[in-house]
């Protein structure tokens, strides 16, 4: 199937495709246990699919504004692996599933040395937003912000700051898990100061077309295809890639392997990022989440286009 052909028919297909995926969203739940993300209405779903020629395709609530929440950490995990190499990285963080929530515990303590299992769950990505350069927070969170920016192709991405200081009142889980890991020696430093790092790299506010933006360069092994500057080396996207496929998706990331095959990063305000290797940078949002936690009505669209087009890298 040739590249146009395959968006001209995006074009066609996506606006009914995504007002049948919306009527899952009754089947799912916004989250609420960041009270501010409650507010989402949960029947909107959206699509933005970006191919290496800059055509774009989208449909249904494409406006909608959100956070990152856990998409941030695929790319804070790579900014990481920029300022200190994989064996420092891979030193406080394992490269293995959990088959738990994205905020238990309960493996923390299960293996010697206490090393998060993976970077994307909480526990992990809050020994990652440790390990970022900067000598003070606002200069870290400021360059995570700023390699965001260059990811999306927009200087314009910031914070919801209702979100972050909704989530900075009630990340009592996350703050533990901060302690935890000061004791075990892994985390070092301030916790307060690694929390409000993780915690407003969560709330960088972004659409769909900047998550498709920043899927576009992942697609092309960490070069945007657009101004052709190498973002990210090849080699760490290979390793986040990994990670979205074996973690992307939570503990539904074997069932989406199977059914979509795509890598795929979900954040519980609804967001998915995922991508067509070589091909489409492709960001969705959908604010009712499924038992799993992944935009329910996000899955579905995503599953069916991936069976219609052949996106499944498998
Ligand atoms: N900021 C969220 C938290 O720490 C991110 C979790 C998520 O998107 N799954 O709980």
């Keep these: 199937m040739i590249e146009a052909g ?27 246990y960041i009270p501010e ?17 800059g055509r774009i395709s989208e449909a ?34 394992g490269k293995e599933p959990t088959g738990d929530n994205f905020n238990s515990m309960m493996k923390l303590e299960l293996i010697q040395p ?38 999306a192709a927009n200087d314009k991405l910031g914070y919801d700051e209702d979100v972050y200081r909704s989530e900075r009142e009630t990340g009592h889980l996350n703050r533990s898990m901060g302690y935890f890991l000061l004791d075990k020696g892994i985390l070092e430093g301030e916790v307060e100061e690694v929390l409000e790092v993780y915690f407003r790299h969560c709330s960088i506010q972004v659409n769909t077309a900047d998550l498709a933006r920043m899927a576009l360069v992942m697609a092309f092994n960490g070069q945007d295809p657009l101004s052709k500057e190498q973002l990210i080396p090849k080699r760490y996207v290979q390793i986040a890639k990994t990670f979205m496929i074996t973690c992307g998706m939570y503990n539904g990331s074997g069932e989406f392997a199977i059914c979509a095959g795509m890598p795929a990063k979900s954040g519980v305000s609804g967001g998915i990022l995922t991508f067509v290797p070589g091909r489409l940078g492709i960001g ?23 069976k219609a087009f052949e996106w499944s890298i498998f």
Excluded: C, Y
């Excluded at 395959?6 to 609420?32: C, F, Y």
């Excluded at 993300?37 to 020629?53: Q, V």
């Excluded at 769950?121 to 920016?149: D, M, P, W």
């Design 60 to 93: 249904g609530n494409t406006d909608h504004r959100f956070t990152l929440q856990s998409i941030s950490k695929v790319f804070t995990l790579i900014l990481a692996l920029m300022d200190h190499g994989e064996a420092a990285v891979f030193s406080k963080v």
């Design 37 to 53: 993300l409650s507010k989402a209405g949960r029947d909107l779903l959206g699509i933005h699919i970006i191919n290496g020629e």
């Design 6 to 32: 395959e968006m001209d028919r995006l074009d066609h297909l996506l606006p009914g495709w995504v007002d049948t995926s919306r009527q899952e969203s009754i089947h799912g739940r916004v989250a609420t």
């Design 114 to 151: 206490a090393i998060p299992f993976n970077p994307l769950i909480n526990a992990g990505a809050i020994v990652i937003s440790s390990l970022i350069k900067g000598n003070t927070v606002e200069e870290k969170s400021a360059r995570i912000l700023q390699f965001f920016r260059k990811l």
């Design 284 to 306: 969705v949002v959908g604010p009712s989440l499924n038992a799993k936690g992944n935009s329910i009505a996000g899955v579905h669209l995503l599953e069916r286009l991936s």
